[in-house]
């Protein structure tokens, strides 16, 4: 059982940076693939970023790509998502993701989640 707990989210102003973070408590966090997901009002959630256990290969959504950067330390327990640039597109709440299979997958594939942390980027 894994259980993660983001943290870092908040309100910033078009243009601006924040850094999420990720604390995981399993026993060994380098058995696990890490994505981050968002979720909008009134919108379906979707994939953000994803590492896997060492990470080796990262993937991002097209709408991130340049300006977010996700990263990992297994020895913490802990993953990363450094949001620069922000846009008022960017507000959701960002979810941390767990799973032991390789691969970004889609949400459904992951078997443990945090509780998410509501970014707002006003504009």
């Known amino acids: 059982q894994v259980q993660l707990v983001e943290s870092g989210g908040g309100l910033v102003q078009a243009g601006g940076s924040l850094r999420l973070s990720c604390a995981a408590s399993?026993?060994?966090?380098?058995?696990?693939?890490v994505g981050w997901f968002r979720q909008a009002p009134g919108k379906e959630r979707e994939f953000v970023a994803y590492?896997?256990?060492?990470?080796?290969?990262?993937n991002y959504a097209e709408s991130v790509k340049g300006r977010f950067t996700i990263s990992r330390d297994n020895a913490e327990k802990t993953a990363s998502l450094q949001m620069n640039t922000l846009k008022p597109e960017d507000t959701a709440v960002y979810y941390c993701?767990?799973?032991?299979?390789?691969?970004?997958?889609?949400?459904?594939?992951?078997?443990?989640w945090g509780q998410g942390t509501q970014v707002t980027v006003s504009s």
């Open positions: 993701a767990a799973k032991t299979r390789p691969g970004p997958g889609l949400s459904g594939d992951y078997n443990y």
């Open positions: 590492i896997s256990r060492f990470g080796s290969t990262i």
């Open positions: 399993a026993r060994t966090f380098s058995s696990y693939n």
